[in-house]
């Protein structure tokens, strides 16, 4: 891809030609012109010979694909940072191997820090079960050591890091030899990520939006709260992300909301909604998740943590507020909640009003028919994970042990979401599973239940214009003329038109359909790679040497 050397400037005119531009306006679109950070002219090659002479820049794109940038609407910025710079044993294959990335990380470092790791999944290992105390101990060399499951809904520690919480013996969740879950582990975490030092912190957050950038990522929904990091992490990372070049932040804070006082201060903190990861339940990988009935392998059914009334006081403030509301639930029970919480509010409210605030659910893994069709009552979105399933879905996966199998191949529906007109957001909930958005779209046009599977064109908006819609902005996420000029150009093959139904695909594919085509996202296929990235106009992520 070659460019011209005009100078750079604030509002300088940019033409880009001769490649693939994806675009309603035109589904055969070869060029591209941006002015003042917007779109401004999506057309033929022809035609922008008329443009030529009068802009800033040119960027032949010498047969590469310009798309909307993505947007990632669930992760954990910092917490992806740490696990790009830090301790990752989302590779290790099993316990042994673990425990070896674990001494030898130990023994790399001089400083006398804690040691935060994160990615292991006992249920992927062999040994099927999590290291021990003293197995830790032993590894870390009595260091303090932090180390979230993948879920990041339990850990395990080692003693030394127990040492700094006083009282965590007699926190509910703790137990002696196992991974820490609810008040315990929420106490640990707040100890571990309270000994990263600021310089630390903002490394950390530095090299997650520029890893974002690198994969066409244009904007993140950082989902923070108390909970899960704490208040000068989060309005560091807004701040941090509106001074620097790189990936724009809307940023959720997950905390429980009253009254009008409570909905300003989530508004003074700069966050755009009461919501991301405020808890209704935890994961199912931790056995955490609230479920109508036992899990399959455990005699118990998760952990409830909001009632439905607590979900209507939040869902009522936040409404007559003009802020978002939003809600952490994936088992069955935690969905139902959430819909009979949103539904009293309505009957408060209004239907109308409580519809036209977009509230969301992030995650909504086990739904029915019945909380799918109150979903689009209620106009709620659903901001859902699609790599979920392909780490851990299928006959074989984590799902099916915990639920069985009947239950687990209902989870994530996201055609019948689709179906009822039930808006979605795709994200990764990185670090849980990594920024990765052509596979996101590609697990979810190819979820491992079929029944579930959906278009690559619904998958690809759900994952750009999907996740704007998500924050309320309805002008982004498209390449039209007046939309943000939010894009990705990407290095790859042929284009296709790829459906779950043989007959849509044949009539796509029809010149007459006026239906863009996409990258080839068949399992095995290499996944298009990030020539460039761009926000607003503003270049922020260009591939070495291209």
């Known amino acids: 891809m070659t460019e011209s050397t005009a100078p750079q400037s604030e509002h300088r005119t940019v033409l880009l030609r001769g490649g693939d531009v994806h675009s309603p306006a035109d589904p055969f679109a070869t060029a591209m012109v941006v002015e003042r950070g917007h779109v401004a002219w999506v057309g033929s090659e022809g035609a922008a010979d008329a443009f030529a002479g009068g802009v800033d820049e040119v ?99 080692t003693t030394a890091l127990l040492d700094l919480v006083p009282g965590v013996t007699g926190l509910a969740g703790y137990h002696p030899d196992g991974p820490l879950t609810g008040d315990a582990h929420h106490a640990v975490r707040a100890a571990a990520h309270g000994a990263v030092t600021p310089a630390q912190r903002a490394r950390a957050q530095r090299a997650a939006l520029a890893h974002a950038a690198s994969l066409g990522i244009g904007t993140l929904h950082e989902c923070a709260g108390p909970e899960i990091s704490d208040e000068d992490d989060f309005t560091g990372l807004l701040a941090l992300a509106a001074e620097q070049p790189g990936p724009r932040v809307f940023g959720y804070w997950a905390e429980h909301v009253e009254d ?16 991301g990861d405020l808890f ?101 979105t659903a901001s859902v994970q699609p790599a979920f399933d392909a780490a851990w879905g299928g006959p074989d996966g984590m799902y099916a042990r915990r639920l069985g199998p009947e239950r687990a191949a209902t989870l994530n529906p996201y055609a019948a979401l689709l179906r009822a007109g039930v808006p979605l957001a795709f994200g990764s909930d990185s670090p849980v599973t990594p920024l990765d958005p052509w596979g996101t779209v590609r697990a979810a046009a ?101």
């Open 446 to 546: 190819h979820h491992r239940t079929p029944g579930h599977r959906v278009s690559v064109r619904a998958g690809f908006t759900a994952h750009t214009r999907g996740g704007w819609r998500a924050v309320g902005r309805d002008d982004g996420g498209v390449l039209v003329p007046g939309a943000p000029a939010d894009y990705a150009v990407w290095r790859t093959g042929d284009l296709l038109v790829q459906a779950p139904d043989d007959r849509v695909a044949r009539w796509s594919t029809d010149p007459r359909s006026g239906t863009p085509g996409l990258p080839d996202l068949t399992p095995g296929a290499e996944l298009p790679v990030c020539l460039r990235t761009v926000v607003f106009g503003h270049t922020v992520y260009v591939r070495p040497n291209e």
């Open 260 to 275: 009008a006082e409570g909905a300003r201060r989530i508004r003074e903190l700069g966050a755009v909604g009461a919501a």
């Open 59 to 157: 960027i032949d794109l010498e047969g590469a694909l310009v798309t909307p940038a993505f947007t990632d609407s669930h992760v954990h910025t910092t917490s992806t940072g740490l696990a790009l710079t830090g301790l990752d044993l989302s590779g290790a294959r099993t316990l042994t191997e673990a425990l070896a990335l674990v001494r030898a990380s130990a023994s790399g470092r001089t400083d006398g820090g804690v040691i935060l790791g994160h990615g292991w999944d006992a249920a992927r290992w062999p040994e099927q079960r999590p290291p021990s105390r003293a197995e830790l101990d032993e590894a870390a060399g009595g260091r303090a050591l932090y180390l979230p499951r993948v879920d990041v809904h339990s850990a395990v520690v």
């Open 280 to 380: 209704v339940d935890g994961s199912l990988g931790s056995h955490t998740a609230h479920l109508h009935e036992p899990y399959a392998d455990a005699p118990h059914t998760g952990t409830g943590l909001l009632d439905a009334a607590a979900i209507a006081v939040h869902v009522k403030a936040c409404t007559e507020a003009g802020l978002q509301a939003g809600f952490h639930a994936i088992g069955d029970a935690a969905v139902s909640a959430v819909v009979a919480g949103v539904r009293a509010a309505s009957e408060t409210l209004g239907l109308a009003r409580i519809r036209a605030a977009r509230h969301r659910v992030e995650h909504a893994e086990m739904l029915t028919p019945e909380t799918v069709a109150a979903f689009a009552e209620l106009g709620l």
